[in-house]
């Protein structure tokens, strides 16, 4: 079973080899006729309006909530490879699939996200990240979705040995090697097929986090860090300095390189949310990492106490907010605990509140002086048949208790949908009926 290349919906992770950029004259018509259809979306008045509606609400401007749905894997169902895709050759389906959930967006999900006519390529390239391997075992080979066993690869060490080690030669710098070649036959092909419908853009997905507290947890596995704040916190601070300085590297050098993205457009950013925006001037053609929105979270570290957060987690946040132009903060976490340290990070704008936040509390402390992105409960939709008073329920209080703040909606981390995308269109309409009745 072929799986979507995409995350977060709108982009293509993975570039293609140079065998394999080819487009066939059938599926350059396909390809053509979809464009064609997209292109026509993007200029309804609509999108202009939920642009400058974007940009309004990342300013800190008064709007209405925000709606944005990804449903992820969830696309796996929605839009099929074995059903809806008519393209016969491998790269050919990957932008197929692109086009057609961009379509679904625009005619079925009918969330917020507005639609422009861009049409967004990655590089074809190497991102070593930590070096740290998958170590996984799968339990059902034939299919990505199923369970896969993992094991941790400094787990085993005893407590001398991981005393001594060298965390400067274990823990590899993370590396990107460009594949320049394909990169741009794949860059040139597009624009060629689609000269005259939309623009073709560059744009490669090459960090969303800083993802330390994940690539310890990888290490060690979760048990162990949580044992290593206590048993060895000198270890722990190497350990987050090196991960830490091998980020900044990274960051850097795709930095000096050209090759960073613009992602003050229709772009998302942090763990939800869209990058549009006029507090951050941007020139597409010269991309720095402070015109650009950055993410920091700790999932992993979620059950710590704020005072550990306070020590081990949040000043090597602070030293990678301090790159970007706005800051976005948390994920899956809570941090109504820990808002003391975060509302301290550089350039913070944009505030992930998970199930495992306070939300009122939040919603003080937010004012109107940060985004308050919502992340709404994902389970409601994968269930096989979803309830909508429970949803209505949830949606309503939390409008209710966040008239003052800032807010986004999102709905994300759909790792199925039961193969019911229309439970997802209609959570979008459920949401609006009681954005309206609260606002």
Same mark, same amino acid.
């Given at each position: ?54 940009? /309004? ?37 990957? =932008? ?8 679904? =967006? ?37 299919? #990505?979705?199923?369970?896969?066993? *993992?094991?941790?690869?400094? #787990? ?26 394909? &990169? ?21 997905? *090459? ?57 003050? /457009? ?26 650009? *929105? ?44 820990? =808002? ?15 199930? =495992? &936040? ?82």
């Amino acid at each position: 079973m072929r799986i979507d290349k995409g995350y977060w919906g709108n982009w293509i992770t993975e570039g293609w080899p140079l065998e394999e950029v080819r487009i066939s004259e059938k599926d350059k018509g396909i390809l053509q006729e979809l464009a064609k259809k997209f292109r026509s979306l993007c200029e309804r008045p609509c999108e202009a309006e939920k642009i400058r509606l974007w940009k /309004d609400h990342n300013d800190l401007k008064e709007t209405r909530p925000l709606l944005l749905v990804d449903m992820e894997n969830g696309w796996n169902e929605a839009v099929r490879f074995d059903r809806d895709i008519q393209c016969e050759g491998y790269m050919a389906q990957d =932008w197929e699939m692109w086009f057609r959930k961009e379509i679904f =967006w625009a005619e079925k999900l009918q969330d917020d996200k507005p639609l422009t006519s861009v049409f967004y390529l990655p590089h074809r390239a190497v991102n070593t990240e930590w070096g740290i391997g998958e170590n996984k075992v799968e339990i059902c080979e034939d299919d #990505k979705n199923k369970a896969y066993s *993992w094991t941790a690869t400094m #787990k085993d060490m005893d407590d001398e040995e991981f005393e001594k080690l060298d965390m400067e030669k274990a823990i590899q710098d993370p590396v990107v090697v460009v594949d320049e070649k394909a &990169s741009e036959a794949a860059f040139t092909l597009a624009k060629e097929i689609f000269d005259g419908i939309v623009e073709v853009r560059m744009r490669t997905w *090459w960090f969303w986090s800083s993802h330390m507290a994940l690539a310890y947890a990888n290490f060690r596995g979760l048990d162990g860090m949580m044992y290593d704040f206590y048993d060895f916190p000198e270890k722990v601070h190497e350990i987050f300095a090196k991960l830490t300085s091998g980020y900044i590297k990274k960051l850097q050098f795709l930095e000096a390189n050209h090759l960073l993205y613009q992602n003050t /457009d229709n772009t998302f950013v942090g763990s939800g949310g869209l990058g549009l925006t006029d507090s951050l001037h941007t020139d597409r053609n010269h991309v720095t990492l402070k015109t650009m *929105w950055g993410l920091c979270e700790a999932q992993e570290c979620g059950d710590i106490s704020p005072e550990m957060f306070h020590e081990f987690i949040y000043p090597y946040h602070r030293q990678v907010a301090e790159f970007f132009g706005l800051t976005c903060y948390a994920c899956c976490e809570g941090i109504d605990e820990k =808002w003391e340290w975060v509302k301290e990070l550089p350039n913070l704008r944009r505030v992930s509140i998970s199930q =495992w &936040s306070d939300m009122a509390k939040m919603s003080d402390y937010l004012k109107g002086d940060f985004i308050y992105s919502y992340k709404a409960n994902s389970a409601h939709v994968t269930v096989p048949d979803m309830n909508e008073a429970v949803i209505r329920g949830e949606l309503r209080r939390m409008f209710e208790k966040t008239r003052e703040n800032h807010v986004e909606v999102v709905l994300k981390d759909l790792h199925s949908i039961s193969n019911k995308p229309e439970q997802v269109i209609r959570w979008v309409q459920i949401a609006r009926e009681e954005l309206n009745r609260v606002y």
